[in-house]
């Protein structure tokens, strides 16, 4: 028999038709709805006629651009407030599942899914929103989608869809201390370029993924979009089985037997063929930080910024530039003198209870700084209420951190969570293009533990040395 | 969806790398309910100088670009977050075809949804057309979907690749849902065959928490 790979497992299991010329009708296992993409998908239905095929298999909530602050405060922003409550009345019409503002499951869309066992192994997983490929991590197929297709799985359950080439990450070894997911996936990153995944569904395999927990795996598969990808993967085993094992949605009883036992057969079988291998060391790994406006303007904390003039291919050259300009940083400074306003620990790429832990720790005891602004958004309301059942929100506030309520906030500020024209910002989310986090404001991305080690000293540090 | 069948119109150039969806179109535009409107917010930033006021520099802030319908761009063009508001505040300017060397995938797919071409040419004819539009105001190609050519004032014609099914689609304008609903009975089929195989996959997320 031949040998597959984890996609070609997951691609041959949810193919309804294929036309000769590869063009595959893909069935789609669960759906994830939030309020910013969906409704042009809802009136596009509503104006053919068309009702939902599962709305079982759907699931919604608002995280874009719903407030951090007081929820029982009515929302300040007309507009904000209209397409929050479009989305109730869209799920209300359609027999929808929606966590609603107020309810304790609300959070950001990628954090739910999993914490609530929507999210499984072998599973075909979309959502408006192109951090969906966070999913990846449990051995899904998970990859975002515009709205006209949100429109198209709700009508059909299906999506028309091209056999996508496949990838393997292999990164081997043991990270260094206080090194993390998001240092990992940013040298990736760093390494093949923002277009490097363009066309392929990544696989992240190796001894150092394998070490790692499911919430750093989620760290990793959310930014493989930011490498171009689609799609990122880690095969199930069983950390991903504790993982799930209890979920208020994951199966139970003879159906939770069944199910782990198909998830099993969820690997690459040995000698399967990649359209293309990328290998790292862990142990080469710096913590990073990105100095520019794209995810892959990026380098070790102990690095400098770049130097245009040293750079032979022009148009890379003039990205550079523009990039430093834009930042306001000097060629060949060090990335430890960069100085920041403002940090914002949150995001579906580090705001579950781990990041918040891990955060915490190195927080404990010790000030932000004083010309440091520092906030703390959990991923969910649950991951709120855990974290202040082992009084993690203390700790928080008393080094100076805000301590706020769940949603995607700063990261992409569609609510009033926004950096002011030329702050400084180091951020725990995926994106730092150009006024990402408010018109004129600047992005540099790290990990949780850079974050806080950053918000303390008021510019970057290595936290590998840092005590 | 509109179809696309030829185009001949005037070009206008964006020559920058990585050009993400959060410049094409910002994130207080995609508050919108709507699917139209969204030109105000087309790369709303880049059109303006830091007091606010119109960059005349900025290529659709001059007038020999007005009435442009083809956006010439560089590699990795659309990438970022998935929003179709992206291809949408494109069109609402007047554009209906895209050409660059790469571009992001998630854009690609979104401007085939809203009868609007994306052309993938090589980094040399893309640089040629560059050249061409700086050199001359009122630079027009011709974009024949059916013969897969860009073609020059001069004559030169560029052939692209494109996937069949998608061209079909977009030349003949055809509603992808429709079609695909068109298959409503195999989808019956594979569920049903599915349920047998892996019935936690058909959990309802409506029943009440802790059913089956």
Known sequence: MAAHTLFDKIWDEHVVRAEPDGTTLLYIDRHLVHEVTSPQAFEGLTAAGRAPRRPGAVLAVPDHNVPTTDRRVAIADPISAKQIHTLEDNCTAFGITLFGMNDIRQGVVHIIGPEQGFTLPGMTIVCGDSHTSTHGAFGALAFGIGTSEVEHVLATQCLVQKRPKTMEVRVEGQLSPRCSAKDVILAIIGKIGTAGGTGYVIEYTGSTIRALSMEGRMTLCNMSIEGGARAGMVAPDETTVAYIKGRPMAPKGALWDQAVTAWQQLTTDPGAQYDAVVELRAETIAPQVTWGTSPGMVTGVDGNVPDPRTMGDEKLRQATERALEYMALVPGMPIRDIKIDKVFIGSCTNSRIEDLRLAASFAKGKKVAGSVHAMVVPGSGLVKQQAEQEGLDRIFKESGFEWREAGCSMCLAMNADVLQPGERCASTSNRNFEGRQGAGGRTHLVSPAMAVAAAIEGHFVDIRHWS | ?212
């Open chain 2, 1 to 212: 969806m509109d179809a696309f069948t030829t185009l001949t119109g005037l070009v206008a150039p964006l020559d920058r790398l990585n050009v993400d969806t959060d410049q094409i179109i910002p994130k207080q535009f995609l508050k919108t309910i709507k699917r139209t409107g969204l030109r105000e917010g087309l790369f709303y930033d880049w059109r303006r100088l830091k007091d606010g006021s119109q960059d005349p520099t900025f290529f659709l802030n001059q007038p020999r670009y007005q009435q442009a319908t083809i956006l010439l761009a560089r590699d990795n063009f659309g990438c970022g977050s998935s929003r179709e508001h992206a291809p949408w505040a494109l069109l609402d300017q007047g554009f209906r075809c895209v050409l660059a060397p790469s571009f992001a995938d998630i854009f690609y797919n979104n401007c085939f949804q809203n009868g609007m071409l994306p052309v993938v040419l090589t980094g040399a004819e893309i640089q040629a057309l560059f050249e061409g539009v700086a050199a001359r105001e009122g630079y027009r190609l011709t974009v024949d979907l059916a013969a897969q050519r860009v073609i020059t004032p001069e004559g030169t014609a560029y052939h692209f690749e494109i996937d069949p099914f998608r061209k079909d689609c977009l030349y003949r304008g055809l509603d992808a849902i429709g079609l695909t609903l068109q298959h409503a009975g195999q989808i019956e089929r594979y569920e049903q065959r599915r349920r047998t195989q892996a019935p936690w996959l058909f959990q309802d997320v409506t029943q009440p928490r802790g059913a089956l």
